[in-house]
């Protein structure tokens, strides 16, 4: 009897460990393990709150005080598939990892409602394994990466969207701290206030066509807090008018950065930096004399990235020279 008390005690400990993953000696008693898990298993998710729903969890709250938090894909036995609607409203947390059992992040009409309110986000996480969602560098996308769903909006400066992306999703940077934005070919839609409120964005730049949008056109960009942002477009593209979702539009030309330290002479040579759109093609013209007509190809160049550096070698065997670009 008491050998077959000790293997019923074994089996158990040992489905136990490997699904919990806590570490748990097979020799335990029963009762000694029946004691562990009455003192252990009422904190280990205290942290948040949860429901079940038709034989899985959906997370409702988070009450700790971690800013660095990684949901787990089980809670009592069940999968966690689902974060409710503001389920980390107004809470501290600056980076969120999902586990590949989330396939429901519960929207509003617009965006990703589950994370609203979270102005301290600087990173979404999310496991290889998850078939609905994936990330890229803190930021949330679908399984295929063609919709970006939610960019953290604690993260400043300037933001490319990968190429490849067709959608922004609703409110994907609604809130957010970014100054500039590009925006790839391949997008072909905006969701409805997916900029709202992002008060310090300037510019964004479109690689691309003309974006569609769904419902008013205004509220891709408005909010509480006024936008000053300009939308600029390449030669060549199409569907622009002299504004874009109620915001200004210009043509989007290479420009030569005058305002940094990259406008200067180095080892006797005058140069500057150039910023333009990655793959564009730039011709650097020249001329010597401002009373003359004629402007002369220097150099033409190609963008491998959306700036380059360039460096005028006949500089010095002038004593004045001037630069224009242009595309071809």
Same mark, same amino acid.
């Given at each position: 009897?008491?050998?077959?008390?000790?293997?019923?005690?074994?089996?158990?400990?040992?489905?136990?460990?490997?699904?919990?993953?806590?570490?748990?000696?097979?020799?335990?008693?029963? *009762?000694?393990?029946?004691?562990?898990?009455?003192?252990?298993?009422?904190?280990?998710?205290?942290?948040?709150?949860?429901?079940?729903?038709?034989?899985?969890?959906?997370?409702?709250?988070?009450?700790?005080?971690?800013?660095?938090?990684?949901?787990?894909?089980?809670?009592?036995? %069940?999968?966690?598939?689902?974060?409710?609607?503001?389920?980390?409203?107004?809470?501290?947390?600056?980076?969120?990892?999902?586990?590949?059992?989330?396939?429901?992040?519960?929207?509003?009409?617009?965006?990703?409602?589950?994370?609203?309110?979270?102005?301290?986000?600087?990173?979404?996480?999310?496991?290889?394994?998850?078939?609905?969602?994936?990330?890229?560098?803190?930021?949330?996308?679908?399984?295929?990466?063609?919709?970006?769903?939610?960019?953290?909006?604690?993260?400043?400066?300037?933001?490319?969207? *990968?190429?490849?992306?067709?959608?922004?999703?609703?409110?994907?940077?609604?809130?957010?701290?970014?100054?500039?934005?590009?925006?790839?070919?391949? %997008?072909?839609?905006?969701?409805?206030?997916?900029?709202?409120?992002?008060?310090?964005?300037?510019?964004?730049?479109?690689?691309?066509?003309?974006?569609?949008?769904?419902?008013?056109?205004?509220?891709?960009?408005?909010?509480?807090?006024?936008?000053?942002?300009?939308?600029?477009?390449?030669?060549?593209?199409?569907?622009?008018?002299?504004?874009?979702?109620?915001?200004?539009?210009?043509?989007?030309?290479?420009?030569?950065?005058?305002?940094?330290?990259?406008?200067?002479?180095?080892?006797?040579?005058?140069?500057?930096?150039?910023?333009?759109?990655?793959?564009?093609?730039?011709?650097?013209?020249?001329?010597?004399?401002?009373?003359?007509?004629?402007?002369?190809?220097?150099?033409?160049?190609?963008?491998?990235?959306?700036?380059?550096?360039?460096?005028? *070698?006949?500089?010095?065997?002038?004593?004045?020279?001037?630069?224009? %670009?242009?595309?071809?």
């Amino acid at each position: 009897m008491t050998r077959t008390r000790q293997h019923q005690a074994n089996v158990f400990t040992a489905r136990f460990r490997d699904k919990l993953n806590w570490e748990l000696y097979m020799n335990q008693s029963l *009762p000694a393990l029946f004691g562990f898990l009455l003192a252990v298993a009422p904190t280990a998710h205290a942290q948040f709150n949860f429901t079940t729903n038709n034989g899985a969890i959906t997370i409702n709250g988070y009450t700790g005080t971690n800013s660095v938090i990684t949901i787990p894909a089980t809670l009592n036995g %069940l999968l966690v598939t689902s974060i409710a609607i503001d389920a980390f409203q107004d809470s501290v947390l600056t980076d969120i990892t999902l586990p590949g059992s989330i396939t429901n992040l519960v929207n509003w009409y617009y965006g990703i409602g589950a994370f609203e309110g979270c102005l301290t986000l600087t990173a979404i996480n999310v496991d290889a394994a998850n078939p609905t969602y994936s990330s890229v560098n803190g930021v949330l996308f679908d399984k295929s990466q063609t919709t970006l769903l939610l960019y953290p909006p604690v993260l400043t400066g300037h933001f490319t969207i *990968p190429a490849g992306v067709t959608r922004i999703g609703n409110d994907a940077f609604i809130g957010c701290s970014l100054t500039e934005v590009t925006i790839p070919s391949s %997008l072909s839609y905006i969701g409805v206030a997916a900029f709202a409120n992002s008060a310090n964005l300037t510019k964004v730049y479109c690689e691309g066509n003309a974006p569609s949008t769904t419902g008013s056109d205004s509220g891709v960009f408005v909010g509480d807090y006024e936008n000053n942002a300009k939308v600029y477009y390449l030669p060549g593209t199409s569907g622009w008018s002299e504004s874009l979702f109620f915001l200004p539009t210009e043509l989007w030309l290479p420009q030569i950065q005058t305002g940094d330290s990259s406008f200067v002479v180095r080892t006797n040579q005058f140069g500057f930096k150039i910023n333009w759109a990655k793959g564009r093609t730039v011709v650097v013209e020249a001329r010597s004399d401002m009373t003359n007509p004629m402007w002369q190809p220097i150099q033409t160049n190609i963008l491998a990235s959306d700036s380059f550096y360039y460096s005028d *070698p006949q500089s010095t065997h002038y004593p004045a020279r001037f630069y224009r %670009l242009r595309s071809p």
